[in-house]
């Protein structure tokens, strides 16, 4: 299974961007799919999370401002960034609970990570 994220860059303060994640590989199911980050010297955090039934999850400082959504049928999920803010930089990994169509259980897998960069 491969997890390829995409969408980062540069962006201005106030300004947006999407980020993308396609999963691949011999998937069964996907649950769970996340969006964490990882700003330098700082701890990981999760910023967002979709349920396969829809829920949502947000940080509280992205709250308002990001929105998660996922397409079943392509494996992907999104997270739309809008409003961002100089201490939203950071590099932003995709993660999912996959279970292969070999298993029976959930596993989680990561992507390579997108730099996401909020300057003037």
């Known amino acids: 299974v491969q997890l390829q994220a995409s969408g980062g860059g540069l962006v201005q303060p106030g300004g947006s961007l999407r980020l993308s994640c396609a999963a691949s590989?011999?998937?069964?199911?996907?649950?769970?799919m996340r969006w964490y980050r990882q700003a330098p010297e700082k701890e990981r955090e999760l910023v967002a999370a979709v349920a396969v039934g829809g829920s949502t999850y947000y940080l509280d400082s992205v709250k308002g401002r990001f929105t998660i959504s996922r397409d079943n049928a392509k494996n992907t999920w999104y997270l739309q960034m809008n409003s961002l803010k100089p201490e939203d930089a950071a590099v932003y990994f995709c993660n999912a609970a996959i279970r292969l169509r070999e298993s029976y259980t959930f596993r989680n897998y990561w992507g390579q990570g997108t730099q996401v960069t909020v300057s003037s």
């Open positions: 590989g011999s998937i069964a199911t996907i649950s769970d």
